[in-house]
């Protein structure tokens, strides 16, 4: 539940950022107006095709046999991992010139008379924010039943609709321009915990292809912490949700998830490189 709640609390922050931004845009002028119907219309197109791709996974899930689906189980777990980091790695790389480049989109609308054009925009944004929510919270579910059990869908449930009003929360606060909680400053955090939470959705991912037989372990287990620190409850539990803690982990599993951090912080570090550059060069 606490990972249904953290995910859609923070793409709804940021699928409510663009509209937010088109939308004090598009108010602040009389031609700009004439616009806003459209927008409410592509956040409903963006949605609705969020819920289509939401619909075709439940059916492919359906449709498969029990061998099938702890495959695409497995393989969604890993692909909601791979969209996790580059969503982190596009926002580094962008979030500066975020609001710029939607605003850009906006005027060139306008400037054609082309109402269709913001409307496939906001779609297209709206939409992408969607799609991502969908896919992770299906990796995550998927993890989790792996490594922990299954959950009610009135527990996850309740997850995803307090995450949603935490997002509007949230977003009004940002809004508001406090020094306590900046937008930057909210990058940086979830940054951080959407990066622990890919490695728990890589950890879950494998756990399923392990349970295949199509990963060795190598060895297995490599610890048992249990005693010390439990995967199934209280702090443990949210490690594992969080971050991919197993308190009997095999030596294959430890190994690419030691690999996966490797990895992230080096294409952080590349991603931040032309931001560093840009400062340098505004200093100047």
């Not at 580094?92 to 054609?112: D, F, Q, V, Y």
Request: charged share 15%; with cysteine.
């Amino acid at each position: 539940m606490e990972q249904v709640l953290f995910i859609v609390w923070r793409e709804c922050v940021e699928a409510l950022l663009v509209v937010g931004i088109l939308y004090s845009w598009l108010k602040a002028s009389p031609q700009g107006r004439r616009g806003l119907p459209y927008l409410w219309g592509g956040v409903a197109g963006g949605l609705a095709l969020a819920g289509a791709l939401a619909l075709v996974l439940l059916g492919i899930s359906e449709w498969l046999s029990d061998t099938g689906q702890e495959w695409f189980q497995g393989i969604m777990s890993l692909a909601a991992c791979l969209l996790v980091v580059q969503m982190v790695l596009w926002m580094k790389s962008r979030g500066r010139t975020l609001k710029s480049e939607l605003e850009s989109g906006a005027r060139t609308s306008i400037a054609n008379d082309n109402w269709w054009g913001l409307f496939a925009l906001v779609a297209i944004s709206v939409a992408r924010e969607g799609s991502e929510t969908v896919v992770f919270l299906y990796g995550t579910v998927s993890a989790a039943s792996a490594g922990n059990g299954s959950q009610s869908v009135a527990r996850l449930l309740l997850g995803g609709v307090a995450g949603f009003a935490a997002a509007v929360l949230t977003f009004w606060l940002l809004q508001l321009g406090g020094k306590l909680i900046t937008w930057r400053r909210f990058f940086k955090l979830t940054e951080i915990l959407l990066l622990l939470l890919a490695g728990s959705l890589l950890v879950g991912g494998l756990d399923h292809l392990i349970s295949l037989g199509v990963m060795p372990t190598l060895m297995d287990p490599v610890w048992d912490s249990s005693w010390l620190l439990s995967d199934s409850a209280g702090l443990g539990k949210i490690l594992a949700d969080f971050a991919g803690y197993r308190a009997y982990p095999a030596l294959s599993s430890l190994l690419c998830w030691i690999a996966y951090w490797l990895v992230v912080w080096t294409l952080l570090r590349r991603a931040g490189r032309p931001s560093q550059a840009l400062a340098a060069r505004t200093v100047q």
